[in-house]
Every structure is written in structure tokens, then in C-alpha cells.
């Protein structure tokens, strides 16, 4: 039996996870699924990174699962607590001290993406009604602004085993575009799913199942 440690992104909270954290389980699998502070605007990325290792509480046989924003805060607890694997799902990858502010232009983001202002649109697109409006209507003021001008504080990457899955059809970070960032900053070829950028909710049958078939090398 494994620990899955889902760590949700931006404006999310923990029930972001709440349909892959039932697949988990009912695989036969411990789920750990903070909520990160929202609305404190003092935070850190070390806040993020301490309450996620508090929820851990001593528990073994990790994976840690980082989302979106999640690709900031899953790398410094990995540094932290012994981990199988570490695995990024769609995720923002940083670069040693760099803020989760810049990396925006670092990684030539905004050259190469051009979003819509409508949600629906960019983020919940393949997403059932329902489930996207109540996930709207969970939106919380996470990450801080302090967070966002916090250089990343580690040196090296983690040396954990370390796995991206990208969406095929995520329409916030393209795949030509993270798929690019992913080869430059870890040398990885990242997995690809057919989904957008809210995989959790979108095709969270198949992120387990994506999930679990990484336990085995």
C-alpha cells in the first residue's frame, strides 16, 4: 500500500483531488489531500511545503502528487520527507531561485500562450457542468502574494524519481508548450493524457489509473 499526497494549484483547495482520492482508496491506498492556506497573504512557499508534511504526519511509502501550482510546493517537501515518487500534473516546474512571478516570462509563457478570460473556456472546458460550477464556486485566494515573489529555495531538484503528465488538450498550459519546459528544466519526456488542465475532475478515473501504473518501474 502506498500514501498518495495530493497537493491541489492555485485557487483550488483539497477537494480539487476528492474523485481521484476515492479511486486511490478504493485501489486499497492511503490519500493524504491538505488544504493549503488561502487568504493569508503572508504565506510562504515554506508554509505550503510545512502544512503538507504536518498532513503526512510520519506516514511512509509516499508519492507526492503536485498540480498546476503544486510543481512549486511538491519539490520542497519531497527535500524534506523520504519519497517512492514524485509525480507533476500539469505542473508550473521552477528553476533554483526563481519566483513562481517570473517564471511566467521565464519560461516564455505569455510569447507562446494567449488563454481566454472565460474559465469555462481555458479551464473547465471538458469538464461536466455541474462539477465545473461547483468547483468555481470553491475558489479560494491561494497562493499568496508573497508566495508569488518567493525565489524557490532549492539548489537541485529533489533526487527522487520524478514522472509529468501533461494534458493533450489543456488549453492553460498547452502541451508543445509545458512539454518544451518539462525537456529543458528536467530532462523528462513527459506522459500525455487526453485532458485539459483540470485533470482531477475531468478524467480522474483515468489519473488513478495513470497513477497507480507508476508504481510499478
Request: proline residues 9%; aromatic residues 8%.
Amino acid at each position: 500500500m502506498a500514501t498518495f499526497v495530493l497537493i491541489h494549484g492555485a485557487g483550488d483547495g483539497g477537494w480539487s483531488w476528492h474523485l481521484v482520492e476515492a479511486a486511490l482508496r478504493d485501489g486499497g491506498h492511503d490519500v493524504v489531500v491538505p488544504d493549503l492556506p488561502a487568504d493569508e497573504p503572508s504565506a510562504r512557499l515554506a508554509t505550503y511545503a510545512d502544512m503538507v508534511v504536518d498532513a503526512i504526519d510520519g506516514r511512509t511509502d509516499l508519492v507526492v502528487v503536485g498540480h498546476s501550482f503544486g510543481g512549486f510546493t511538491a519539490p520542497l517537501v519531497c527535500d524534506r520527507v523520504s519519497t517512492r515518487l514524485l509525480v507533476l500534473v500539469a505542473p508550473m516546474i521552477p528553476s533554483p531561485g526563481e519566483s513562481p512571478g517570473d517564471w511566467w516570462w521565464n519560461t516564455g509563457y505569455g510569447r507562446e500562450v494567449h488563454p481566454s478570460d472565460d474559465e469555462m473556456i481555458t479551464y473547465y472546458h471538458d469538464v461536466p457542468p455541474a462539477l465545473a460550477a461547483e468547483a468555481m464556486s470553491r475558489q479560494r485566494d491561494h497562493p499568496s502574494v508573497t508566495s508569488m515573489h518567493e525565489d524557490w529555495p532549492l539548489s537541485t531538484w529533489p533526487d527522487v524519481p520524478t514522472r509529468v503528465l501533461i494534458g493533450r488538450e489543456d488549453r492553460f498550459f498547452p502541451a508543445p508548450f509545458l512539454g518544451r519546459v518539462c525537456r529543458e528544466r528536467l530532462g523528462i519526456v513527459p506522459d500525455e493524457i487526453d485532458s485539459g488542465h483540470c485533470v482531477s475532475l475531468s478524467r480522474p478515473k483515468e489519473l488513478a489509473e495513470r497513477l497507480l501504473s507508476y508504481l510499478t518501474p
